[in-house]
């Protein structure tokens, strides 16, 4: 029945029949059709802070999982940071929002990994002045051991699992090596922010809209190693989509500043604000989390740092590495065949051997 309500609404949209979308007719059609879906269990971890500050709303609105999708929010957090989480939990029952089922604030993973749906794991050690990498490595595999235990225990074998603190793709390795039994498939971890970003730099310097460039890519690691690629990317310009070589026409710029801007993104930020990333973020976590409910568009790819087994493009394989990916039916697959020149060869080299060194590291302590 629910396929079809989906049926109709996608032959209306696929023919040009938007407006149809919202009428009262096809809206009480879908209520007598899908009357009430069961709510869906959505942790978010490091609760209290910025970024989720910036997050939970969309998320309890639909504006990730569906605007039919009734939610459950559980928001997780370290003990000092509860009465924090009660004036953010009273702010969410304030906004009144019609999806939003119940919000459970815990500080125990036995009460935060239940039976969840989806996983966004923002909460991690930030790098403090005067800390060696290996010790924010050491502390944040301590974190990330347990998260992942904890959904091999206590969560749903289906979850779909983000993971949004840094450093990102090691913390992912690790909270799926800690969670055997869930696929490796479920796990990403939060490239899309850089993605975003890189789109609207050639975006702005194109003089277009942000949606009219399609297909960049982020290769490897959500750190300065990162290689923003614009080699595949497209950009509609007058209704003609051009090469973003061709539209940029600024060769130098695309091979110089335009990647060190995106890599250095977030330390500008912070520089200007003072403050960590969260507005962009946050818009990043629910771009990448309703691309994996949803799926992303034919003929379109996005970037998220998945498991490297199996890839066609030389990266080694038990990474969580930044790809191009499209996905269909909640499943992701790399986006393979995409032609790699020298240039790109050795920045993709370069930050998979930053992924490698990283890894070893947790690896060791992980065993410890």
């Not at 309890?60 to 939610?71: R, S, T």
């Not at 990043?284 to 087994?309: K, N, P």
Request: charged share 20%; aromatic share 8%; with cysteine.
């Amino acid at each position: 029945i629910a396929s079809l309500s989906s049926f109709i609404h996608s032959f209306l949209d696929d023919n040009g029949y938007q407006e149809q979308l919202e009428s009262p007719i096809l809206k009480l059609l879908d209520a007598f059709l899908c009357p009430g879906a069961d709510p869906i269990r959505v942790l978010v971890t490091g609760a209290a802070g910025q970024i989720a500050y910036s997050l939970l709303y969309s998320i309890a609105k639909g504006d990730v999982f569906g605007k039919d999708q009734p939610i459950i929010l559980v928001l997780l957090d370290i003990p000092p940071m509860l009465p924090v989480l009660d004036g953010v939990v009273m702010e969410l029952q304030d906004c009144a929002l019609p999806l939003l089922r119940e919000v459970i604030p815990t500080d125990k993973v036995e009460v935060g990994f239940k039976d969840l749906d989806a996983a966004i794991l923002v909460g991690s050690m930030p790098r403090k002045e005067g800390m060696e990498r290996k010790d924010l490595l050491k502390a944040n595999v301590a974190i990330f051991k347990t998260q992942g235990a904890a959904l091999e225990k206590y969560a749903k074998k289906t979850v779909r699992v983000l993971v949004v603190g840094n450093p990102a793709n090691t913390n992912c390795l690790i909270a799926s090596k800690s969670a055997p039994s869930i696929p490796k498939e479920n796990f990403s971890c939060l490239t899309r922010l850089d993605h975003n970003r890189a789109r609207s730099q050639v975006a702005m310097r194109c003089g277009v809209p942000a949606d009219a460039v399609k297909n960049v890519i982020i290769w490897g690691n959500h750190s300065s190693t990162q290689y923003p690629d614009v080699h595949h990317a497209m950009v509609n310009v007058h209704g003609k989509e051009v090469e973003a070589y061709g539209a940029v026409k600024d060769d130098s710029w695309l091979k110089g500043d335009f990647i060190s801007t995106v890599q250095l993104r977030g330390a500008a930020v912070i520089k200007a604000r003072k403050l960590s990333s969260a507005m962009s973020a946050a818009k990043a976590i629910c771009d990448h989390m309703r691309d994996w409910w949803f799926g992303t568009l034919d003929g379109e790819f996005m970037s998220m740092g998945v498991y490297a087994g199996g890839n066609s493009y030389g990266i080694p394989e038990d990474l969580i590495y930044s790809f191009p990916v499209h996905i269909k039916n909640k499943s992701w697959n790399i986006h393979d065949g995409l032609p790699v020149n020298d240039f790109s060869r050795a920045k993709m080299d370069a930050t998979a051997a930053e992924l490698v060194e990283e890894r070893d590291t947790a690896l060791s302590f992980l065993s410890q």
